[in-house]
């Protein structure tokens, strides 16, 4: 199987966002992630993501994402797909997506320009020169903002390399009208994690992106296989024992997201540093006893 087949197959299983381990001085560490990476390896996660938004992308220096793109890919060894998280400016972004096919990156994940003038026609655009400088891998869409409407999904969707969407808007309606207007040649992926994962399944997102898998990857691997089997109640179960985790990572607007998952793998034993500003850090006494209580259910 060739490395585009195997990353086509395993695309609608769980894409695990990567953290961005940091020393004491601030500077990346990625080291730290080995047991993270292991952990998920083992557990069966399908796919890994590094620079993703779990990974704090836009604390990163050019420099550091291009560092950890050849760190990470050196640590996972092959064993799963890696994607290599894209975006920013137009040149940085295809400087990314040219560094992570050197690499040996599987596809890359653009994120979606956070300009805040960005026209439909110009994403598209950008989205056609990430794909050239991207040597051949496959690009998946990662859309936080669905108002560029479903023309735009349209187009997008011819560009040839592109082989899928991260769907990460609350709006399964809206889900609906990008894929139907859209090449049904796309896999459509949850980008809201497991909590989301029933219901954008429902709509035909197969898989879910997934930051808990730095944590407790063998809780996502058996929602990811509860919904598979459409077993609907056993995912809703399953998501339950884990909505308190994030919970707290969705306080303070969403800046709890990361500081969650890194507080929870210091209290692991997994120090992998803290959350880099504008995100939370620390988390509060109350929110860290919450984390710690669902850490408790992994060893009942």
Not at 90 to 106: N, W, Y
Not at 135 to 143: E, F, K, T
Request: aromatic share 6%; proline share 8%; charged share 15%.
């Amino acid at each position: 199987m060739t490395q585009t087949a195997r990353f086509l197959s395993a695309l609608p299983g769980i894409s695990g966002i990567l953290v961005t381990p940091f020393d004491e001085q601030d500077r990346i560490a990625p080291a730290r992630l080995a047991p993270v990476i292991d952990r998920a390896v083992r557990a069966g996660v399908h796919i890994l993501v590094t620079n993703g938004n779990t990974g704090e992308f836009y604390s990163l220096t050019l420099e550091e994402a291009l560092s950890m793109l050849v760190a990470t890919a050196e640590l996972v060894a092959g064993r799963v797909p890696l994607v290599g998280g894209v975006g920013r400016s137009v040149a940085e972004a295809c400087r990314l997506a040219t560094a992570s096919a050197r690499a040996g990156c599987s596809a890359i994940m653009m994120h979606q320009p956070p300009d805040p003038f960005v026209a439909p026609r110009g994403m598209v655009e950008y989205a056609r020169r990430v794909a050239d400088a991207a040597d051949g891998l496959p690009v998946v869409l990662y859309i936080r903002n669905d108002a560029i409407g479903p023309a735009t999904f349209a187009a997008l969707s011819q560009i040839p390399a592109v082989v899928g969407v991260k769907w990460a808007t609350p709006n399964p309606l809206k889900l609906a009208e990008a894929m139907a207007a859209s090449d049904p040649r796309l896999t459509w992926v949850g980008g809201l994690a497991e909590v989301w994962a029933p219901a954008l399944c429902a709509v035909g997102a197969r898989g879910f992106t997934s930051g808990l898998i730095n944590v407790w990857p063998e809780r996502s691997v058996a929602i990811h296989a509860a919904l598979e089997a459409q077993d609907y109640a056993a995912a809703r179960l399953l998501i339950s024992g884990m909505k308190p985790f994030e919970d707290v990572r969705a306080e303070e607007m969403g800046g709890a997201n990361v500081a969650g998952v890194k507080t929870a793998l210091r209290l692991q034993g997994l120090d992998c540093g803290h959350a880099r500003p504008p995100s939370a850090w620390p988390l509060s006494p109350d929110q860290t006893a919450r984390i710690a209580a669902v850490l408790a259910l992994q060893n009942p």
